[in-house]
């Protein structure tokens, strides 16, 4: 038996400000909204789409805000 895909609405990214969703399993939302953790609830999920539950960030916007630039890390080596 297949589990019921819905889409949830996200709240608002508080880097971009625009809200979201997300495609989840019926049974998962239900587990979540239980109390269980997104991580639990949503194993299929992957862990962006899990954080944009939880805090509203999209992954390209957490990618933006926390991307290690590789130029800096490379300078960083250099200096060694």
Same mark, same amino acid.
């Given at each position: 038996?297949?589990?019921?895909?819905?889409?949830?609405?996200?709240?608002?990214?508080?880097?971009?400000?625009?809200?979201?969703?997300?495609?989840?399993?019926?049974?998962?939302?239900? $587990?979540?909204?239980?109390?269980?953790? *997104?991580?639990?609830?949503?194993?299929?999920? =992957?862990?962006?789409?899990? +954080?944009?539950?939880?805090?509203?960030?999209?992954? $390209?916007?957490?990618?933006?805000?926390? *991307?290690?630039?590789?130029?800096?890390?490379? =300078?960083?080596?250099?200096? +060694?």
């Amino acid at each position: 038996m297949s589990d019921t895909l819905t889409t949830i609405p996200t709240r608002k990214c508080f880097h971009c400000g625009s809200a979201g969703e997300v495609t989840v399993t019926y049974s998962g939302l239900v $587990a979540y909204n239980r109390g269980e953790l *997104a991580q639990v609830a949503f194993p299929e999920l =992957d862990k962006t789409l899990r +954080e944009q539950i939880i805090s509203g960030t999209h992954p $390209a916007c957490w990618e933006s805000m926390f *991307a290690l630039d590789e130029d800096a890390l490379d =300078d960083d080596e250099d200096a +060694e």
